[in-house]
């Protein structure tokens, strides 16, 4: 049989490099990518299973490819990643149209088991395998634009928040070492990366494991004067572990960005003990202080969890003045539901759906106008823009990001006077300040 493959990649930037691998073992081993999966030998797709939305989303996928495969019988069906390893033999019985599942330490096993599953010597229709760590040595084929790209740091997590099924899913904490991350950011810069985004499921536990100590402070500086890359921005930082030493090196180092992406999940400290969050909100209120006192400019993003179980109207009140005192700049607010197998799956006071959902959209609301009220001061100023491309609105607009934007998640520069091209950091007059985007011109 030809060896084609088609893949479909969901979930985090971290399930992404993931898929990167894959792709990247498969070309190397004589496999052949192409767009339309009906060409497909196989249909691969790379799955979430974190949260019970991504979940829905990656079984609606898989039922997709499998209609091609209803067409041409010939083809085969296969799913990685996180919602095998978290769900495994119950998938296997009612999803028949899969050929195969992998697990999320499969990865580097790809060719041997596409291989198998085409030549029909593969036995197995369930793979879950022993821990696995990528190394810099692996191929990966980037799927982002050649400007910037992810750097996974380390895999799994031990910090065992009680709505969270990570830990279970991805495993304990592994760190790479910090060589082999150098090594790997050496290469991505002389491929044209600008923008390098640190990824783990906590930056700021790297190296505990490997180490005995925290090294994250250490892996930057090594990654300063290692690489030439101009961006180096720092994503999925824990609240109580961001020390003055890190606020030191982003104050004191202009290629490594002033954004700080950290889940404080909460504020009020009754809801943050039961999530088994090691802060309280005074802890959070002056981990804040310390960073405006430090990188007055800096860009903060967060993400809450709202209707956590127990949760109560002060509790969303303390989070409604805690957002007005702190202004922070990005805010990602999710209504919590339970996780099949979570501890918190089993708490009483469980908050009824509809009453989330207006607890959700109060925040929503205020900090939306907490985010238009802070893009304003950028209005008149000249930015450092990284040059994306054409505006995904209009081809009469480029479109680019600033130090304080992170790819995917936050808002853009709409660039409407001057021209350049992809993968360029510009200097850019601010114009404009919406509600998430800015507007400007080059200068």
Not at 84 to 102: N, P, T
Not at 193 to 200: G, I, K, Q, Y
Not at 265 to 284: G, I, P, T
Not at 319 to 334: A, I, K, P, Y
């Amino acid at each position: 049989m030809s060896r084609t493959f088609h893949l479909v990649s969901l979930g985090c930037p971290k399930n992404l490099v993931d898929s990167e691998v894959v792709y990247g073992l498969l070309e190397k081993g004589g496999w052949q990518s192409v767009e339309d999966p009906e060409g497909a030998t196989v249909l691969l797709i790379n799955t979430c299973g974190f949260i019970q939305p991504a979940v829905e989303e990656s079984i609606e996928e898989i039922l997709q490819l499998a209609a091609y495969k209803s067409a041409d019988p010939d083809k085969k069906l296969v799913v990685i990643g996180c919602l095998v390893q978290r769900y495994r033999e119950k998938l296997e019985a009612e999803l028949e149209e899969v050929d195969l599942f992998v697990g999320t330490e499969g990865v580097v096993q790809a060719v041997s088991l596409l291989d198998g599953l085409v030549e029909g010597t593969l036995t197995d229709s369930l793979v879950i395998s022993d821990p696995f760590l990528m190394t810099s040595a692996l191929p990966r084929r980037r799927s982002t634009p050649f400007f910037r790209a992810w750097l996974k740091i380390t895999e799994g997590c031990d910090n065992r928040c009680s709505y969270c099924m990570i830990p279970a899913i991805r495993g304990r904490l592994r760190s790479r070492s910090e060589e082999d991350l150098v090594e790997e950011a050496r290469m991505l810069g002389a491929d044209g990366v600008r923008e390098l985004s640190l990824v783990a499921q906590d930056l700021t536990a790297y190296g505990t494991d490997l180490y005995g100590e925290r090294r994250l402070e250490s892996l930057v500086r090594k990654l300063l004067d290692g690489t030439s890359v101009d961006w180096i921005r720092l994503l999925y930082l824990y609240p109580s572990t961001v020390g003055a030493e890190l606020l030191d090196i982003i104050a004191e180092n202009p290629r490594v960005v002033p954004y700080l992406d950290i889940p404080l999940q909460h504020v009020s400290s009754k809801v943050l003990k039961a999530m088994n969050r090691r802060y309280s909100r005074e802890q959070a209120i002056d981990l804040v202080a310390q960073i405006r006192e430090r990188i007055p400019d800096a860009a903060l993003r967060t993400t809450l969890l709202l209707g956590f179980p127990g949760e109560t109207e002060e509790d969303v009140q303390e989070v409604e003045s805690f957002l007005r005192d702190t202004e922070l700049d990005h805010v990602g607010v999710f209504a919590y539901a339970n996780e099949e197998g979570s501890a918190a799956e089993k708490f009483s006071l469980q908050v009824e759906e509809e009453e989330k959902q207006a607890r959700l959209q109060r925040i929503i609301t205020l900090q939306s106008e907490i985010s238009r009220r802070r893009l304003q001061r950028f209005v008149s100023r000249v930015e450092p823009v990284l040059v994306e491309g054409v505006s995904k609105e209009t081809d009469l607009l480029l479109e680019g990001r600033t130090r304080y934007q992170a790819p995917d998640i936050d808002g853009c520069v709409l660039i409407n006077e001057g021209e350049t091209r992809s993968g360029e950091i510009v200097r850019v007059e601010i114009t404009e300040a919406q509600t998430y985007d800015l507007v400007g011109r080059i200068v």
